[in-house]
């Protein structure tokens, strides 16, 4: 669980700080399907996939 943001610290320098921490601590190691390709990437865009 994340702690709350400090007052007085920029929000994107708070969230950079979680993230990195995170990727010392190793959470991103080993993910599922690191490192293929996302699924569907190669169709064409569909702007009307909120209504399916």
Partial sequence: MT???PGGMQF???VDRQI???Q???EFDD???AGKPLP???KPYDE???IK
Avoid: Y
């Fill in 48 to 50: 009307h996939w909120w």
């Fill in 31 to 33: 993910l599922p399907g």
């Fill in 24 to 26: 010392e601590r190793g």
């Fill in 20 to 22: 990195r921490e995170a």
């Fill in 3 to 5: 702690e709350r943001k």
């Fill in 12 to 14: 994107e320098s708070w």
């Fill in 40 to 42: 569907g990437a190669d």
